[in-house]
């Protein structure tokens, strides 16, 4: 049983950052990958990045490459995403969420646990 809770979503200007965390409980939370997703309003979930239970193997929407970076603290159980260059079009509530499958998935049916979510908004 894993636990998520994200926080550090906000209003912020476009070109401007956000740093996005997911704190997770369990002692087992260093055999799970990792997911970042986010959802806008009359749209479905959305891979953002996720990264595999070593940190060594991460993956990237294209929509986010170059500007986005996961990372994870396997000794405090957190999931950090550090969002830069933010546009408009990244306005979404965003998850973090968590998986026993190997790799790096991208697909939203592929994670067993689901945090709550934290909105970020984008101005033009």
């Known amino acids: 049983q894993v636990e998520l809770v994200e926080s550090g979503g906000g209003l912020v200007q476009a070109g401007g950052s956000l740093r996005l965390s997911c704190a997770a409980s369990?002692?087992?939370?260093?055999?799970?990958?990792m997911g970042w997703f986010r959802q806008a309003p009359g749209k479905e979930r959305e891979i953002v990045a996720s990264?595999?239970?070593?940190?060594?193997?991460?993956y990237y929407a294209d929509s986010v490459k170059g500007r986005f970076t996961i990372s994870r603290d396997n000794a405090k159980n957190t999931v950090p995403l550090q969002m830069n260059s933010l546009k408009p079009e990244d306005t979404a509530v965003y998850y973090c969420?968590?998986?026993?499958?190997?790799?790096?998935?991208?697909?939203?049916?592929?994670?067993?646990?689901w945090g709550q979510g934290t909105q970020v908004a984008v101005s033009s």
């Open positions: 969420a968590a998986t026993d499958r190997v790799g790096v998935p991208t697909s939203p049916y592929l994670y067993r646990y």
């Open positions: 990264i595999s239970w070593s940190g060594g193997s991460t």
């Open positions: 369990g002692r087992t939370f260093s055999s799970y990958a």
